[in-house]
């Protein structure tokens, strides 16, 4: 048996293509952005080494600083709104008839592609003929607002149909996390007493706990990275206000053929996206022995 | 009836008074929920209207109202006026082929990390684990580049490649579970009755296998299907483009004409919405399954 089993031209064989595969098309692409991210390069002639330059260009481009607030600020936006979707699926879970169909409903948006969604949401907030605005005016309000060309609105305009794309997903992820708790604590609780807030808060939230910690990376990740639905809507506009850090390494990139800064920036969105890995695993780590103690 | 003699068996006032307090409390749940539905449906059913009306129809008439003649052939238009349906057989194609590959190549890694006995399995798991947080756009110029390089910009290929790569690890993640839970017993037998490493992989593991391979070819079609920064990237010809960037560059030509908008949409969403209807228990149980990265 164990020699059968560890037989290693088989071994190679079953491993080697995948292996091979995810070190050509993720790892060494990885580390050749860090290289690149150290050269002045146009993307097709030759590459000049000009050491840091680019990393200190990019710590003083403000460009590149609003483009990192705006991502942040939709990485607050997505973990704030998985508070809603807790509470949602919290309501979902309650036993209630119906449960699967609306579970199933709310999922149907997260499976189109960002780009449908995109065109979609274009024509909802259109400012004239879009169907949030011909709302507003039936409901009297006089001049409501251009969602996406005013500087100040754009982010938030934009994270409606993110937070319309999303819903069912962390919604479906609360939802099978809350069924797996055994009914016995619920009504072992029951009898003592407590009501339904209670149960939710001190027996479900708690053991809810270690899938909530991944929802909260996959949302402020998620949001770090957030490119399709942006680049389609609003390309970054009105006028870099809605810019985000991998829209803003595109156009440095594939417009402004500048992939030295491109990497540069591609570079910085990869130690950000493991930072904030990291740190929110470490946070929700010690929230947790907290509770228990 | 019954439940109120339990109550009052048990000491009744307070069992009634949480029962009227609960069936409140239940509309309210309720109108929450179908609040939420709504949310969710709403803009699509707006999509199916506007796209079977002209532009008199979605400027002039109430946003909400139905199509009063319907005009199919805004779809028509679209069809045979793009290259849509080059657009759509190419997703499909290219779907089918990444998700076959990867679901393969996945079980194999899988098998050989949890089943087979080899110094370093440890070591490759991390790798591919480590590879879940890695942001696609971090490695979009040097693939770009190297794909330059040996030719495959504006090649299917690029694309194969890159889906395979990067759904690889999500999809080891759910099949490790259900490796790590097949009985050891069926490959003992296997083994005393001569079967080879490769015969016991395909003809028992695979089979034994099917439910979640069939979740993971589930989540590996639905990004492969709606996959755009790749597409956008690195194709340019019309021939290879998928239909999320050709959806894409199709409406640009029709910016003001609101039904051939609506109907180009409805086409390349409808796809994933029959499938929905007939498949959607393994997709809530796919998307589940493979959410729990991290």
Known sequence: ?293 | MMSGTAGQLKGGSVKTRSGAAGKIGYVVLYIILIAVAVFQLFPLVWLLFFSLKNNQEVFNLPPLSLPTHPHWENYKKVWSAGNIDVYFLNSVWITIVATVLTVVLGSLVTYAITRMKWKGSNLVLGLFMVAMMIPVHSTLIPLFSMFNKIHLIDHPLSLILSYVAFNMPITIMILLGFYYALPKEVEEAAVLDGCSVNQMFFRIVLPMTSSVLATTGIINMIYNWNEFIFVNTFISSDKFKTLTVGVQNFIGQYTTDWGAIGATLMISILPILIAFLFLSDRIVEGIAAGSVKG
């Open chain 1, 1 to 293: 048996m164990d020699k059968v089993m560890s037989n290693k031209k088989i071994i190679a064989l079953y491993v080697l293509p995948s292996l091979l595969l995810i070190l050509a098309i993720v790892y060494i692409p990885i580390v050749l952005t860090g290289y690149y991210g150290l050269n002045e390069w146009n993307g097709i002639g030759s590459m000049k080494f000009i050491g840091f330059d680019n990393y200190s260009a990019l710590i003083k481009d403000h460009l590149f600083w609003s483009s990192a607030g705006h991502s942040l600020l939709l990485a607050v936006f997505s973990a704030l709104s998985l508070i809603v979707y807790l509470v949602i699926a919290m309501v979902l879970s309650a036993k209630l008839k119906g449960a699967n169909l609306f579970r199933k409903i709310y999922l149907i948006p997260m499976l189109l592609s960002s780009v449908a969604i995109a065109q979609l949401w274009l024509k909802i907030l259109h400012p004239t003929n879009g169907i949030l605005n011909s709302i507003l005016e039936s409901l009297g309000v006089d001049n409501p607002p251009a969602w996406l060309a005013e500087p100040n609105l754009v982010l938030f305009a934009l994270f409606i149909p993110i937070l319309w794309q999303y819903a069912g997903f962390y919604i479906l992820i609360y939802y099978a996390a809350l069924k797996n708790i055994p009914t016995s604590l619920e009504e072992a609780a029951k009898i003592d007493g407590a009501t339904s807030l209670q149960i939710a808060y001190k027996i479900k939230l708690p053991l809810a706990m270690e899938v909530i910690k991944v929802t909260i990376v996959l949302a402020v990740v998620g949001s770090l990275k957030y490119f399709d639905l942006i680049y389609v809507m609003t390309d970054g506009g009105p006028n870099g206000s809605s810019e985000v850090m991998a829209s803003y390494m595109y156009h440095q990139a594939f417009k402004s053929y500048d992939f030295g800064y491109g990497s540069a920036i591609g570079f910085f969105l990869l130690i950000i996206c493991l930072v904030a890995t990291w740190v929110i695993r470490k946070l929700t780590a010690s929230k947790d022995t907290i509770q228990y103690s």
